[in-house]
């Protein structure tokens, strides 16, 4: 019973600031280690992760596998979401997968989440919610950003913070889902980003370059040989209510399938729920 308070204080924290947890990529989406690190590295690290961006924009959509995983009071949590992204126009929509109740006597909707510039629609959000209605977030107010918020981190936010690599190095070559690509170990200032960033996530990455425990973020990002990102991963930390300690949030981004038809309709405003939302 104690171990099950603990889950649902973690889980209760968790719902606070929105979903958060970590995607198992599986054998298919994680990268071998079989790097092979004579190989050229394609140019200056720090510029090609700063440009990376750009390469997904130029590449027009893909598929996405999204993770947040969070370790916290001894409880770990994970979170996985699968979709589409509209590099372009900024929008994507996801399907988010909550962790199973440890009793295994819930079973838990997936959240449908829509990404939009400047805010998350999330459906099946529970908390009250009717199950025909979206709750909109205004990601402007969030202290994270919306890189943990949705249980997703945006995956053309996530790309953006690459935007501010201060310094990186080459590790090798590997494959990502059976795709040859260079992989790269660095670290990002947030506060840079922010000032590099699109218009649409300058303000969300400068929320969470004051949000977080720190504005350094250690990453592990994997481009093929067009400069898009395969696969990227972000170590965040932040402070939660009133804990003493930073948690630390991994949050892993594959990308694959480009070009993909990537159609997002955001909801109209009758079908935007306008009621308080429970806490917890």
Sequence with gaps: MARRRQYRRTVGMVAA?????????????????????GDAPGGDPVRVLRGAADALVDA???????????AAGGTRVTVRGEGVYDYRRRLGRLKVLLPQDPAGDAVRRPIIELLAPGAL??????????ADKWVRVDTGTLTDGNLVTGGATDPFAAAEVLRGTRRATFVGRTEVAGTRVRHYRGTADLAAAAREASDANRGPLAAAAKGFATAEVPFDAYLDDQGRIRKVRHR?????????????VASTTLLYGFGAPAEVRLPEGEDIYAGRIAEG
């Design 236 to 248: 965040f930390s932040f402070v939660n209510g009133g804990q003493d300690k930073p948690v630390a």
């Design 17 to 37: 600031a929105g979903v958060v947890g970590c995607l198992c990529l599986g054998a298919a989406g994680c990268a071998r280690s079989s790097a092979v690190t």
């Design 60 to 70: 027009g959509s893909s598929k996405a596998h999204t993770s947040l995983e969070m």
């Design 121 to 130: 629609f999330m459906k099946n959000r529970g908390a009250g919610v009717p």
